[in-house]
């Protein structure tokens, strides 16, 4: 089953604020991944981490690779319209194992 | 590159019917692998290849065959459809198992009368 916690289930947010979200398990994770999916579109990789500690952006994006190994989190620096979608964490306990899914954030910005 | 292609994009059936999904992937990866996404749910591995000529189980491979035809494609097929089965089917690739990044395809939605 699903060992990934990923919170909030969902965000309305204004345009222009920062967003945090994260994810944690009882499990020791070596890869964590954010992906972003738009409606209607397969997921698309943000960030990748490989490292304990390891802290990545990608423009408004940073993520961070939670030092236990048990937690991941993603912000995004001010938010635009654009940013609307679902954001899913996913791990991987051994390399060369599969990846585990988070639940996903629902994240809607008002302009 | 078009990367990872699904097709068909969305499909209709009745119970009992049978489908075959499929995609392809231009990327040269060795590796590639079958989700489905349900609402609430995150993605759930069906099935896998990590390589051309091997394919295992995932986490939800009941109802489910899957044959890896080349390097390029892997099909995903529904013998006998059950309404549980609606949902959107994922296809990704990666360049091989070890590398866990892994690369999507659009979807394809899928709908059980």
């Known amino acids: 089953g699903q060992q990934l916690n990923q919170s909030p289930q969902s965000m309305f947010i204004q345009e222009g604020e920062d967003v945090s979200m994260n994810c944690t398990s009882s499990s020791i994770f070596n890869t964590w991944l954010w992906y972003k999916q738009d409606p209607g579109e397969g997921p698309v990789l943000l960030i990748a981490l490989y490292k304990a500690g390891e802290l990545t952006s990608n423009g408004r994006l940073t993520a961070q690779f939670g030092i236990t190994r048990k937690d991941s989190f993603l912000n995004i620096s001010a938010s635009i319209p654009s940013d609307v979608g679902i954001y899913f964490c996913?791990?991987?306990?051994?390399?060369?194992?599969?990846?585990?899914f988070g639940a996903g954030t629902i994240l809607r910005v008002k302009s | 590159n078009a990367g990872v292609t699904q097709t068909p994009k969305f499909q209709v059936l009745k119970t009992g019917q049978s489908m075959t999904l499929q995609c392809a992937q231009d990327?040269?990866?060795?590796?590639m692998y079958w989700y489905r996404q349900d609402p609430g749910m995150g993605l759930r591995l069906i099935y896998y290849s990590a390589s051309e000529g091997t394919t295992d189980k995932g986490e939800v491979p009941n109802g489910y065959n899957v044959s890896r035809l080349n390097k390029r494609e892997f099909s995903l097929r529904l013998e006998s459809a059950a309404p549980s089965q609606t949902s959107v089917y994922f296809c990704?690739?990666?360049?091989?198992?070890?590398?866990?990044?892994?690369?999507f395809g659009p979807g394809t939605r899928l709908t059980v009368l």
């Open positions: 990704a690739s990666s360049f091989t198992e070890v590398e866990d990044t892994q690369y």
């Open positions: 996913a791990g991987s306990m051994e390399y060369g194992n599969k990846l585990v």
């Open positions: 990327m040269n990866h060795n590796s």
